[in-house]
């Protein structure tokens, strides 16, 4: 079992391939290009907050769950659509080029993936808030309730 050597606390490897290495790490480049594109396709709570808070929200914050779960909780500012009803003549209230980000749960539902897709077949920008109402909540940030 990998542990601190006694010599200089540094952990030391199993020589047998573990589960996490069974598929050998994309090499520094690629991941470098994987990572800086995520941004493209993803934000997180904190930076929402702070968009919100500061008043330079230059998007519109979609939550694509039930109208139930939203009236239960939601993040300050969302527009409840969900991903079900998100159709050309839903979003055609918002200009073309309104940038989107969609949240929904957290990283335990895919309602988020669906809107986006559908918003990315409509021909809309969007972007994910990774971590949903779930992450949300981890930073400490408050929900607000009913419509």
Not at 48 to 69: E, I, Q
């Amino acid at each position: 079992m990998p542990g601190p050597s006694p010599e200089n606390g540094v952990p030391r490897l199993s020589p047998r391939p573990s589960a996490v290495m069974a598929v050998t790490p994309a090499d520094a480049a690629r991941a470098l290009a994987h990572f800086e594109a995520a941004f493209e396709f993803e934000t997180d709570c904190w930076d929402v907050h702070a968009s919100l808070k500061s008043g330079h929200a230059d998007f519109v914050l979609l939550d694509v769950r039930s109208p139930d779960l939203y009236t239960r909780g939601h993040v300050p500012g969302a527009t409840n659509l969900p991903h079900g009803k998100i159709v050309a003549g839903t979003v055609a209230v918002w200009p073309e080029e309104t940038a989107f980000v969609v949240y929904c749960a957290g990283p335990h539902c895919n309602g988020a993936h669906r809107a986006a897709v559908r918003l990315a077949r409509l021909g809309r920008p969007v972007k994910i808030m990774i971590g949903g109402v779930t992450g949300w909540i981890d930073e400490g940030f408050p929900l607000a309730t009913g419509q």
